[in-house]
């Protein structure tokens, strides 16, 4: 099944990680010299910023700018726009609003899709006549969802809420019912045949076996509203207010359309400040699932 | 013996599409489908709810797809349709074979040599929290014309997602393997072909599907915002004109064809992974 897939993927990804850091903290190596590894990712960044710059500069380096990374804004006037943007309340406006509207339809579709997903996978009844109409509708990309969803909600914000609702939403449901089909039925016998009432056994023996599920889909399903965000943002184009800010994908759409001083050092901005965001949020999602299934925590 | 086995398989495939209409599953299915389509058609147009003004109805969208001349330009009789189907695909096939010829050489690189993923992983790992829909106005600026902002998102996303699972499949392969072909002689390139690279196939696969779903996720949106023709740029242009039945068209054959792709992936990755199909008993 799909689903299980990309579990077992991202739980591989959690364990490869957590490896490579136990392998750079090494204290004995860090006090004698510098882990190989260390050196070589700094190498990598800094010819990575090298290539930029020379791209970004090759108009004034050599005869004509380079294909492609010619129009690239250098390095230190991304810095420099940014500098100026982070002191701007209408900048940490459009990172906010974009973050409540990720939290808020990721929300949604944590609160929907897991009793969703735990029904589809305990009751058969009600998978096969629910499984099979999501699966018809779930290949549809949810940024397809953006044109009608702005006809059927009555404001901007109610229909970005709805995509990423969308986009979060199948990838939650997959994954628990991914994961409930994958406990053992074993324990479903030895709870019974002990006794357990069918509400202790979804307590004690579903619960904390599909934990681990919710959390990576809601990993996986973080990183796809952000995704669905920009594009909600891009798409609806451009926002109303752009000076009170308005979400981080109008900023970037802005940026691009008015198309003055900067503009590229803007988009560029832009893009880091939605990493960031992605990231942290995403890492957010990562420690909750810690503490929420700590069994699972590698001492 | 091979025949006859293939006789068995065929045989029993034709008994469980029997069983489909037989057993209750079939019907419980057809359940599941009459209440999605039976809301969708009596919100709209039956009790017309006001929220639902604006949707086109399932009769509505229906007459309009299989009508020899539909009145917003668009059905199963028309060119234009077919043409949209084409350009999206050939977009993604484009795009797809490059991410693949990119990434899976870039995933086992990565996977296989130390070195080479202390240089690269780290930049890899700072681009990658960035969504490649934010890339989208940096696209248009960097390429010019209309077709290769497309293509460079839809290749970019898929890209990330091949050589990430290649690696993790380089990763997953268990070093004993590695050590016993050493140890029995095998020069680093006899385990790179014989062990690793049949050893990261199953990942590989995981990725390319998941690659591909990332390239129609993409494509839709370089379509909305920087090409010409296509299904994501047929569902703008009639949210634009008010076709609405249309966007409705559009988005249906977006997901029938999103599926048929990811279904050519599995298929091939079964091919491919025989050993495999048998293990999962598929």
Known sequence: MASKGIG????????????????????????????????????????????????????????????????????????????????????????????????????????????????????????????????????????????????????????????????????????????????DRRYFKAATSMGASKLNIFRRVVLPSVLPS???????????SWEVVIAGELITGGGSASGSGSGIGFFIWNSYVAAGQAAEAKIVV???SIGIMGYVSSELIRFIGRRVTPWLVVR | MAASDDAGRIDSSLWNVLQLFQGRRFYLMLIGFALMLGFWHLSVEVWRLSRFKEMPGLTEVVREWTSREPSFGISIFTGDYYRDILVSCRRVAISFLVA???????????????????????????LRPIPVIAWVPLAILMFNGQETPVIFLVTMSS??????????????????????????GAKPRQVFVHVILPGALPYMFTGLQIGMGCAWFSLVVGEMVAGQFGLGY????????????????????????????????????????????????L
């Open chain 1, 8 to 183: 077992s993927l991202i739980a591989h990804r959690d364990m490869n990680t957590s490896a490579s850091a136990s392998l750079v903290g090494n204290p004995l190596s860090m006090r004698m010299h510098l882990n190989p590894d260390v050196v070589r990712s700094i190498v990598g960044v800094v010819a990575f910023l090298a290539i930029w710059e020379i791209g970004a500069h090759s108009a004034q380096l050599f005869a004509s700018p380079l294909p492609w990374i010619g129009r690239l804004p250098a390095p230190e006037a991304v810095m420099a726009v940014w500098g100026q943007l982070l002191v701007q309340k209408s900048y940490w406006m459009d990172l906010y609003l974009s973050f409540l509207r990720v939290s808020s339809g990721f929300l949604v579709a944590l609160l929907i899709g897991v009793p969703y997903g735990l029904l589809l996978a305990l009751n058969r009844v009600a998978y096969e006549v629910g499984f099979p109409t999501f699966e018809v509708i779930r290949p549809i990309p949810p940024i397809a969802w953006i044109p009608a969803s702005i006809l059927f909600w009555p404001t901007q914000g109610l229909s970005i809420g709805f995509v990423i609702f969308l986009g979060a939403f199948f990838t939650i449901v997959l994954n628990v019912i991914g994961g409930t089909k994958s406990i």
């Open chain 1, 214 to 224: 919710i959390v990576v889909g809601a990993v996986v399903g973080m990183g796809i």
């Open chain 1, 270 to 272: 832009g893009m880091i």
């Open chain 2, 100 to 126: 693949t010829a990119l990434g899976i050489p870039f995933g086992l690189l990565l996977g296989w040599s130390r070195k080479f993923r202390g240089y690269v992983f780290s930049v890899f790992e700072l």
């Open chain 2, 159 to 184: 890209f990330f997602a091949t050589a990430l699972n290649t690696k993790l499949g380089v990763e997953s392969i268990d070093q004993s393997c590695i050590r016993a072909a050493r140890c029995l």
């Open chain 2, 234 to 281: 047929r569902i703008n242009t009639a949210y634009v004109t008010v076709a609405y039945p249309t966007m409705v068209i559009s988005m249906l054959t977006l997901g029938l064809v999103g599926y048929g792709s990811s279904a050519l992936i599995r298929l091939l990755g079964n091919a491919l992974m025989r050993w495999r199909a048998r293990e999962l008993a």
